[in-house]
C-alpha cells in the first residue's frame, strides 16, 4: 500500500484548524506518516492519531529552527519524503504552506500543484481552479512523489481513530539560508483566520466605515464566525488588507458564506466561489451576487444584519 506524507503546519504549539482536512485527503491514497517541524511531535500525536495518522516523525536537525529558515525547513521535508518513501506530500495551502511544499518540490525536483481543490491518487490527478474561479483544471502528475497543497475546507476532516507512533528523524541540512526570518507581525491578530473558518460575514462598500464593521463582528461572535472585507471596503479604509477576500486577497472556502452590501464582482467571486452556501444581501434586486447565491436577501444590510444577529442570538 502506498504511504502520503502531510506536512503538519501548526503555529504557536496547536495544529492548524485545516491539517485534519488535508489528512481526510492524503487517506484516500494509502497510510499517512505526518512530518513535523517544530519539534513537538509527542505533543500532537494524540489528536492526529484521532484523524487516522499512524507515524508522527519529528524532523530534526540540530541547531536550525525551521520556523526562522524556510529553506531548510523545504530540505527536511524533501528529505523526509525520500527517507520515508511516501508518494506525495500533501499541506494546507495556506501562506506557510505554499512557502514549504515549493521548497520541497524543489529540493525533489518534484511536480508541484498549490491550492487543490481535489485529488486522486489512483490516476494521479489533481484539481484546481483557474482563471478566477471561471475553469477547473484537471492536472495529471507524470512522476512520483509530487507535491500538492491542498485549499482550507476543501476536504472534511473525518475521524479515523488510530495508534500514532511518534519517531524522530536526524536530518543535515544546509545552513546558509538566505531567507533569515527575523520577526513575525501578525496583522489581525485576535481576529479568527478567514481561510480556516466555517463560516464568514464579509462587508463591502456600503459599510462606509470601520466602525460600522462591529455589526459585522457581532454577527460573527454568535456564528463563531470570521469576518471579511471586499476590495472596496479596503481600499476606503474600513478594513485592513488581511481582511481581503478575492483574487488579490485571502481564497477562502467555508460552509458558509454571508456577503452583506457586496455586487458580486468576479474578482471577490474568485476567492470565495468555492464556498459552500453563499448567502447575498443586497438592497438591489438586480444586483450580479443574487444570481450566484444560494439564498439571497434583498434588503439593507444595517436592517437585515442586526436582526439577523438578534434572531440566532435566541
Ligand atoms: C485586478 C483586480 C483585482 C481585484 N481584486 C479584488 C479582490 O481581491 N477582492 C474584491 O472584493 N474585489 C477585488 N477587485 C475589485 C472588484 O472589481 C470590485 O470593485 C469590488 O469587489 C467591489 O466591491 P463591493 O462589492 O464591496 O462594492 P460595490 O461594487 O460598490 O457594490 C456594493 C453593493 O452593495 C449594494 N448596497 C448598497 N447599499 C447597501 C446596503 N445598505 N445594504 C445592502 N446592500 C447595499 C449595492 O447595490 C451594490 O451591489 C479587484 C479588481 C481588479 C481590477
Redesign the pocket.
Known sequence: MSKIGVFIETADQAIKKSVPGVIAAALRGGDVVGFVLDGLAEQYKESLGEYGITELVNLVASDIDFSKQPQAAGEALAQGVKAFGVTALLGVSSPTGNDLLARAAMALKAPLVLDCTDVNFQENIVKKSHFSGKAIATLEMEATPFVCGIRPNSFDAIPKPVTCTVLNHSLTVSTDDAITITSVDKAGSGQKDLTEANVIITG???IGSSENFKLLEECAKVLDAAVGA????VDSGYAPHSM??????KIVSPKLYIG????G?V??FA?MKTSNVIVA????KD?PIFTKSDYGIIG???EVVPALTKALKK
Not at 471586499?230 to 471596503?233: F, I, T, V
Not at 481581503?244 to 486577497?249: D, L, M, S
Request: net charge neutral.
Open positions: 463591502g462598500r456600503p471586499s476590495r472596496a471596503a481581503q477576500v478575492g483574487q488579490t486577497g452583506c452590501g457586496l455586487s464582482s474578482q471577490h476567492g444581501i443586497n438592497t438591489d444586483a439593507d444590510l444595517f
